[in-house]
């Protein structure tokens, strides 16, 4: 029996661990995959974001119990639009982060090399995987509807993308701040109060005077410019996207430098 070859010096090593964190670019793909399975498997965050706007989008384009000033279907397909954006990137996550912040879910996730920032890209990239489905089923029963879309899709993108990042900051900045419940609580009325007053379900010029002070809102600001781009024709609405931006800066800024993992 032949003896075995001694290693070499230049074997040695070559199949060693390499110590260190991963690339930024692979470590916000792993978040995105893993915050997205998470998603998904919560019935609670699917019937938020997918059920709730198909079912307001069939009602409230079916029922006449809300006037507006042309098709119904050209007024309400961008204002659901607009509600599942928010209810999925605003409400749906500020509650699913806080409470993975009180099951220690975050705690443990602290402890490795993961920064908060690309915790938090991780999140709003699974939202925004999310909302192409929403997107795609919303469109879809909204033409069945009689919806008869215009404008520009890449100024439809914009809006969205900038909205997405604007109510996943002011989520981020809620949960990463205040206890479950608070947040739980805080999220369901802020959500309420979006709805109501941002134009979504009915014309903000119902409001009168207050109109311009409420399209200074996340809600009104997406839901006003999307419908200028997909009712009106309109192309990029500069002074939508202006107000989406800097919530979305502040917001993601603040959340960024005040996020809590416990």
């Not at 890449?154 to 900038?162: E, G, N, P, Q, T």
């Amino acid at each position: 029996m032949s003896a075995v070859t001694p290693t070499s010096a230049d074997d040695v090593g070559e199949f060693t661990p390499r110590p260190g964190r991963a690339s930024l670019a692979r470590m916000i793909r792993a978040q995105v995959w893993m915050e997205l399975k998470l998603m998904l498997r919560n019935g609670e965050q699917v019937l938020l974001s997918l059920i709730v706007p198909l079912g307001l989008l069939v009602v409230c384009t079916k029922l006449s119990f809300i006037d507006v000033d042309g098709r119904r279907a050209d007024f309400f397909v961008p204002g659901v639009l607009a509600l599942a954006i928010m209810s999925a990137a605003f409400a749906g996550q500020a509650i699913a982060t806080g409470f993975d912040r009180q099951y220690g879910v975050l705690k443990r996730l602290g402890a490795t090399a993961l920064p908060r920032a690309v915790l938090l890209l991780g999140k709003t990239g699974a939202v925004l995987v999310v909302e192409t489905l929403q997107v795609a089923l919303l469109v879809a029963v909204g033409l069945a509807l009689g919806w008869e879309p215009r404008g520009d899709p890449l100024s439809v993108f914009l809006l969205m993308f900038f909205g997405t990042a604007a109510f996943c900051g002011l989520a981020f900045l809620i949960a990463g701040a205040l206890r479950a419940m608070t947040t739980l609580a805080l999220a369901n009325i802020l959500w309420f109060v979006l709805l109501v007053f941002g134009g979504i379900m009915f014309p903000l010029s119902e409001l009168g005077g207050a109109a311009g002070v409420f399209e200074l809102l996340p809600s009104g600001a997406l839901s006003s410019g999307l419908r200028e781009v997909l009712q009106s024709g309109e192309h990029v609405p500069f002074q939508h996207l202006t107000v989406l931006g800097l919530w979305a800066v502040v917001s993601m800024t603040a959340a960024a430098a005040t996020f809590r993992w416990e």
